[in-house]
T-cell receptor
């Protein structure tokens, strides 16, 4: 069965420090991969996506992620964290139906706190 | 509006009552999804509509849950005879055809007393 694992429930980093959030997936075919961010009381905002091609993808707010097929990973990175990045981050894999995207399967999320 | 709109934003009801949650997708988006977010279970898929095809209902947790999408646009998620374990945030998302990503609304927070 398809699944997504985010091993870190909560991470705290200092403002200005670098960040890496881990994500591992289990999926039989080539996955569609996503990172979303959720602030309290808000819906999910798409940070970036991977469908095919270049394995290093750039997203909004200075985030990037790298798809590593051999490790079944899609880790999210940011070189310098800002206080406004404090939120919960969700990795997701999209089920596919004949080349079209079906529903998303989400990890449990990683809550990011930022120290001043 | 430009985004996915959900109403109401908050709903409090008594156990055993029926509730209806509404989702207005982004104009022109053919795919519409419902998810449930709860503390214990995280984000769970409920149901998926794609154009005029039969919906994928594989995520609905019981027959008390149903959803419809009228005219390929607005969708309503109905929960009958609500139980306390139905308390959660219900999120709706929409996407255009193919591989385009899903855009989420802000959700409806449902509380069952």
């Amino acid at each position: 069965a398809q699944s997504v694992t985010q091993p870190d429930i909560h991470i705290t980093v200092s403002e200005g420090a670098s960040l890496e959030l881990r994500c591992n997936y289990s999926y039989g075919a080539t996955p569609y991969l996503f990172w979303y961010v959720q602030s309290p009381g808000q819906g999910l905002q798409l940070l970036l996506k991977y469908f095919s091609g270049d394995t290093l993808v750039q997203g909004i707010k200075g985030f990037e992620a790298e798809f590593k097929r051999s490790q079944s990973s899609f880790n999210l990175r940011k070189p310098s964290v800002h206080w406004s990045d404090a939120a919960e981050y969700f990795c997701a894999v999209g089920k596919t139906y004949g080349g079209s995207q079906g529903n998303l399967i989400f990890g449990k999320g990683t809550k990011l706190s930022v120290k001043p | 509006g430009a985004g996915v709109s959900q109403s109401p934003s908050n709903k409090v009801t008594e156990k055993g009552k029926d509730v209806e949650l509404r989702c207005d997708p982004i104009s022109g988006h053919t795919a519409l999804y419902w998810y449930r977010q709860s503390l214990g279970q995280g984000l769970e898929f409920l149901i998926y509509f794609q154009g005029n095809s039969a919906p994928d209902k594989s995520g609905l947790p019981s027959d008390r849950f149903s959803a419809e999408r009228t005219g390929g646009s607005v969708s309503t998620l109905t929960i009958q005879r609500t139980q306390q374990e139905d308390s959660a945030v219900y999120l709706c998302a929409s996407s255009s055809a193919g591989t385009q990503p899903q855009h989420f609304g802000d959700g409806t927070r449902l509380s069952i007393l």
